[in-house]
């Protein structure tokens, strides 16, 4: 039943794509920060930004650029966001998109560019262009160019983080592949996260945008790490049209196929953020279901998410249910302390008013001895659900957040 | 001009009011955690309680109980918050109402009662019965007696806190004094508090009332720690008439003068509680100014009061501005990167897209080695301000939050 196969893979995955990595200096040396994502030929786009009304200049760049729906190359660097730059920033992500479109030879309009790192610094302009002629030179279609570019947009995240699928589309393998940094800052919606995404799939961008949307809906969009929302959000996806398939120009079967195929892309990327994020000890799937609306269930399941006081007892180990309950409390969400139930895994915490016993917490306590587990509210007021993807908020957070910059 | 005095003081300090602190071993033997204060006489009464909907026993208790607007006692306890406890949690808030009446001999519709600490956990009844009838024998009306109060509810709270004011009315001394508990678990509207204000002034139910949330949105709303909202936050006021002023029963100059008295308070009060934060190394006003609307200007300092990446970047003593236009950028204010300065105290720190440069930052890092500072973001869009105030986010906070409980 399952049609969608999940492999091993990154950016070069797809047919019609090559890819680089490589170190300019950008903030410190030795390190890979300047990845390069080129398609042989101008390729389907879409994207999605973030929603901060402070959004860095790659942002407000690349939301012009990509509105033609047609893009060859992506421009990526860590160490430095480029937000907070006033007007010189917007030139310098301009200039940029100029710079890689020269050495590659190709229409500056077809180049979108991505920044992350540290707010309120302008670009180094000269390390940056020395970085995007050596990408163009470095240019590949392996594995490890793919992870050459995972490796250079990291900021905090202590692992490179890919994810590939594939799927038939008209008796063609169609293939979605792609990368993504974390892990601070992470929020619905999408929050310093930056993620690029390639595919050969044939799909108009109308469509792209479409599945892209529903993807990240049930994958970057349920992720929080800290609540912090970033300036510089972005997900890219191209689509070369390299399979063969027939374009994927409306809903309907080849577009479900296609859309599931990117949505376990995301879904994989995103827990792959959870689980790397600033910090993190523990990934935790926070599940509330029996809500009364599904706006009610995300709504509940986000509260405990972002608790400060909930995350703090997961990395304390401690199975303190009536936090989970008092977020759920003052999130908004109806919720009756007399009828809803608190689970972690499969063992209840609180049931309707009967709280767990000696024997009951040491079975709680196991669970919260490990890396993954469930916590699971059901506030048995309706059929609606919601999961959210997070991490506990652990003594290495506030080392990580207290330490980063100047 | 200013016509309010703030002197040294707590529940005791006004005329009519006794009140004992005693050990009573709810949860750890050797420390104060059953509080009463008890009037003279019933008196005119008010009070606020958290919006959280998972509301604690004592809550549910109490919202009945003040309608009346006549409150003669009020028992607190620490180290149990007797929230998540069903039917029977709600029963035995009502029977330590009724011990505390049979001990005094007065209605037990005169009798409040408050908890706070662990969620999840009945109350020792029995323990809790020989702690009321040791305070009622302990009863007194000393600056001794007073601190027992403030230290008897204390939690994670490192310091007791309490306030005092008096003013002049019609020509009769007035005063106005309490104590409130914080610490983690601090947000608008009020989180983990609990607050025990009398005063001897003559004032109606319903005027008290009012007096009483315009000072709470000037003091305990405009609180965050954490961001988390408690099951059981309670600040309670008891007026005993003593003072010998007219009764006050509309507004006018009598209220007015009353009013600032008990806002004097209750700012000091939450001052207090932020610098007290559970981990709290730093003390930090957040000021936004030149906000579209009032609304916005609020959001946009909760949310840089919220955020968990301005706060340890306090903590790391870091002026990292970029985190805070961040959060007032994803706060849902209107705001401008290119319109809008922060500040930290009098110096800046970014001013309508100019970064400061190495000189500024010096002079920036020495504000942030203080104890106390403000964070000032001015969006240059209108005339509405609003301020916070809060802490940081320090590996205390995790340890604390990490360990508390089981």
Chains 1, 2 share one sequence.
């Not at 039943?1 to 492999?7: D, F």
């Not at 430095?80 to 940029?96: I, M, Q, R």
Request: glycine share 10%; aromatic share 6%.
């Amino acid at each position: 039943m399952q049609k969608v196969k999940c492999i091993k893979g990154g950016v070069c995955s797809a047919k019609g794509f090559k890819a680089a990595g490589v170190g300019a200096a950008i903030k410190y040396a030795g390190r890979k920060d300047v990845a390069l994502v080129v398609a042989d030929a101008p390729c389907s786009a879409a994207a999605v930004f973030t929603t901060n009304k402070v959004a860095a200049a790659p942002v407000l760049y690349d939301r012009m650029a990509v509105k033609g729906g047609r893009i060859q190359a992506i421009l990526a660097n860590s160490g430095c966001a480029n937000a907070c730059t006033g007007e010189g920033g917007l030139k310098d992500a301009e200039l940029s998109a100029l710079i890689v479109a020269g050495e590659l030879g190709i229409d500056p309009r077809l180049v979108l560019v991505a920044s992350t790192g540290v707010i309120g610094r302008r670009l180094p302009m000269d390390r940056l262009a020395a970085g995007a002629k050596e990408a163009v030179k470095s240019l590949g279609r392996t594995s490890t160019h793919s992870l050459a570019v995972a490796k250079a947009v990291m900021t905090t995240d202590t692992k490179p983080k890919e994810a590939c699928a594939t799927v038939v589309i008209g008796g063609k393998k169609v293939t979605v592949g792609g990368c993504s940094k974390g892990s601070g800052m992470i929020e619905p919606n999408m929050a310093t996260m930056l993620g690029f995404i390639t595919t050969d799939a044939a799909i108009s961008p109308a469509m792209l945008r479409r599945a892209l949307l529903l993807a990240i809906g049930k994958s970057f969009n349920r992720l929080v790490v800290d609540g912090d929302e970033s300036t510089n959000d972005s997900v890219f996806v191209l689509a070369s049209g390299k399979a063969g398939n027939a374009e994927i120009v409306r809903g309907g079967e080849d577009f479900d196929l296609f859309r599931q195929a990117l949505e376990e892309v995301c879904i994989s990327l995103a827990r792959q953020m959870a689980k790397d994020g600033e910090g993190a000890t523990k990934f935790v799937t926070v599940t509330v279901r029996g809500a009364k609306s599904e706006a009610d269930a995300a709504r509940a399941a986000r509260s405990v998410a972002k608790s400060p006081l909930a995350k703090t007892s997961w990395f304390g180990k401690d199975p303190n249910w009536g936090r989970v309950l008092a977020a759920v409390g003052y999130s908004g969400a109806e919720v009756s302390d007399m009828k809803a139930e608190v689970f972690y895994d499969d063992e209840w915490a609180f049931r309707r008013g009967e709280i767990a016993n000696e024997a009951q917490l040491a079975k709680l306590a196991k669970i919260l001895e490990k890396d993954e587990f469930e916590v699971v509210v059901d506030l048995h007021l309706g059929n609606c659900s919601s999961s959210i993807y997070t991490c506990d908020f652990s003594l290495d957070y506030v080392h990580i957040n207290a330490d980063y910059t100047t």
